[in-house]
């Protein structure tokens, strides 16, 4: 079975910092550009960075800059995503996309809640 699978998140104060990642099993993530995306209760989801295939080339949304760093592993078949300075608007379920032509897969996603 294709699919991602989403891990790392959790309740963290403000401030502090959460390490996502996204693994894929039936395939291997090396020629799939990976974006993070996030929804939060009664928002449209969003992208908050991607990656390209080789990893020469990353995107952040201006509200993440600075404090999040996307990365991957193609030896580990994973993606990252550091999250540092939490604010509680970066409260969200956080999904992982993998891209490649027509192609494309969705993880069932983590939830992140940051919070005093």
């Known amino acids: 079975q294709l699919q991602l699978v989403e891990s790392g998140g959790g309740l963290v104060q403000p401030g502090g910092s959460l390490r996502l990642s996204c693994a894929a099993s039936g395939f291997t993530l090396d020629y799939y550009a990976i974006g993070w995306f996030r929804q939060a209760p009664g928002k449209e989801r969003e992208g908050v960075s991607c990656i390209s295939s080789s990893g020469g080339s990353t995107n952040y949304a201006d509200s993440v800059k600075g404090r999040f760093t996307i990365s991957r592993d193609n030896a580990k078949n994973a993606v990252y995503l550091q999250m540092n300075s939490l604010k509680p608007e970066d409260t969200a379920v956080y999904y992982c996309?993998?891209?490649?032509?027509?192609?494309?897969?969705w993880g069932q996603g983590t939830q992140v809640t940051v919070s005093s």
């Open positions: 996309h993998a891209a490649r032509g027509g192609s494309n897969y």
